[in-house]
């Protein structure tokens, strides 16, 4: 291939945006003149290294938006350690076919069970199949909620909560709720309410979600929705942050076991 054919066809692939092949022509062009393939492989595998690289990036920006709180995957979770869990319901979600349907997602477990871990692991999974994704705390979405409704902007504030395709909310109960807090949080969810898909993690069961609210009818109602379309983890067991302090010793024995 000639110098100003080699310029020719790398100004094209920039001018059509597909920059990875453009980026990569020299070494795409090397490993088929290696491999001799026919015409429409070779087409294809240019447009696969395309899209995989869009892809990529598609990924890394949805990651970036999404605020999760640190790097944590299915394949870190530990099923062994955390028996309760159903794996063959955990593989599904991470598909993310319920993300589309508007269907929600509620992990329930008392604390160091791996609740947040399977929150972002699933957040990650549902970006990395194409949906945008918002993970944030409990506390912080109820101050920002709070913040907007005393200046006046609550609606933005609620259709910003509303716009991403799956909204991952953590720790839903370690606090209760102030009465104006829960209604601000009903707000949200029936905007969210067959529009787009919630993922909670709670220290609750649902029985005590009247206490967590403040109001039993209040609750009844959020509940509603959420369990409408929904499935549900429960996640039982020791803190596994504790069983580690135990396993090295640093909790020591209790006078129970003393005596």
């Known amino acids: 291939m000639s110098d100003i054919v ?29 491999k001799e393939p026919t015409y429409l492989d070779f087409v294809d595998g240019l447009l696969r290294a395309e899209i ?16 999760f709180p640190a790097v944590k995957t299915l394949e870190e979770f530990d099923f062994k350690a955390q028996q309760s869990v159903d794996q ?29 871990h399977l929150a972002i692991a699933l957040g990650r999974a549902a970006v990395e199949t194409g949906h945008s994704v918002l ?10 909620l709070a913040k907007a409704e005393s200046e006046g902007q609550l609606k933005d504030k609620l259709n910003f909560f509303a716009k991403p395709k799956l909204l991952v909310l953590d720790e839903l109960g370690y606090l209760p709720f102030e009465k104006r807090s829960a209604h601000l949080f009903f707000q949200l969810v029936a905007r969210r309410y067959e529009r787009g898909s919630m993922l909670i993690t709670t220290n609750q069961l649902v029985a005590h979600w009247g206490s967590v609210f403040g109001d039993d009818v209040l609750a009844a109602a959020i509940l509603d929705r959420l369990l409408h379309h929904s499935h549900t983890l429960v996640i039982q067991g020791e803190s596994y942050r504790l069983r580690q302090k135990k396993k090295s010793g640093l909790l020591g024995r209790t006078s129970l076991e003393r005596s």
């Open 6 to 34: 080699h310029a020719r066809v790398r100004e094209h692939l920039i001018r059509l945006r597909l920059g990875e092949v453009a980026e990569r022509l020299d070494a795409l062009l090397a490993d088929a003149a290696r």
């Open 135 to 144: 993970f944030v705390s409990a506390t912080t979405l109820l101050a920002a």
């Open 52 to 67: 995989d690289a869009k892809q990529r990036k598609r990924t890394a920006m949805g990651i970036q938006i999404a605020h």
């Open 88 to 116: 063959r319901l955990v593989k599904e979600l991470a598909t993310g076919r319920y993300v589309p349907l508007a269907e929600n997602v509620l992990i329930f477990g008392p604390p160091g069970v791996g609740k947040t």
